[in-house]
């Protein structure tokens, strides 16, 4: 059973930065898009970024500038590097594999004022 699991929430002050990762178990990493998602209570889940399998990426315009998404195939990881963030910007996030529904457990992030 493939497996995501998300690291690197934890709380910040706004404006500052965190890098969230996720490492996926199986062969199948390299081959698929990979997302970022996040959900705040009482909210619907919100697409944040999304990676091709040869690198090409795309942020949700709210984060545009200041979240970025990248990707290691050799080491099974995808990234999501946040900058200036925000209390908005407070919620649990979650890696995705779109292609194969793998959803990670996620991490919460919480930025205070």
């Known amino acids: 059973q493939a497996q995501l699991v998300e690291s690197g929430g934890g709380l910040v002050q706004s404006g500052g930065s965190l890098r969230l990762s996720c490492v996926a178990s199986?062969?199948?990493?390299?081959?698929?898009?990979m997302s970022w998602y996040r959900q705040s209570p009482g909210k619907q889940r919100e697409l944040v970024a999304t990676i091709a399998p040869g690198g090409f990426a795309n942020v949700a315009d709210s984060v545009k500038g200041r979240f970025s998404i990248s990707r290691d195939n050799a080491r099974n990881s995808v990234y999501l590097q946040m900058n200036s963030l925000k209390p908005e910007d407070t919620a649990t996030y979650f890696c995705?594999?779109?292609?194969?529904?793998?959803w990670g457990q996620g991490t919460q992030v919480t930025v205070s004022s």
């Open positions: 199986g062969s199948f990493f390299s081959r698929y898009i």
């Open positions: 995705n594999c779109p292609t194969l529904d793998y």
